[in-house]
């Protein structure tokens, strides 16, 4: 529920910044009828405006200068994932020997247990 109020106060403060900041759709909500057509004003607004934010994203995402950074990042990720994958194959090599060291001493430490017990073994034929 906390995230739900935090996403409305957002949204609230976000449009009255917006409402704040256009002195034109001030005019014009101050002198709708009722509360529909200030919705449909300021629908007509925010469809507007929204239009040239998407003009303008656009414009600055094929920017070449920003494509130089995304291909800078794409190889630099990619060198962080080769490195990241060579740690994890060496973490899990170093897994992989101390676990065979444990399995010995395993071995070693049932074998003598049942020698102590004196109990006969009989090899499992497979």
Known sequence: MKKLSLLVGA????????????????????NAKDAEAAAK??????????????KEVQEFVQSDDVQKNLTKA????????????KEVAALMETGTERAKVAARKGAVQAKRTVKKMKVKVRAVSR
Do not use: M
């Not at 794409?74 to 994958?85: L, S, T, W």
């Open 11 to 30: 949204l609230g403060g976000s449009l009255a910044g917006y409402i704040f900041s256009n002195q034109k759709l001030r005019e014009q909500l101050t």
């Open 41 to 54: 004003i300021l629908g007509k607004h925010l469809s507007h405006d929204g239009k040239k934010i998407a």
């Open 74 to 85: 794409r190889k630099f990720a990619g060198q962080k994932f080769e490195e990241a994958k």
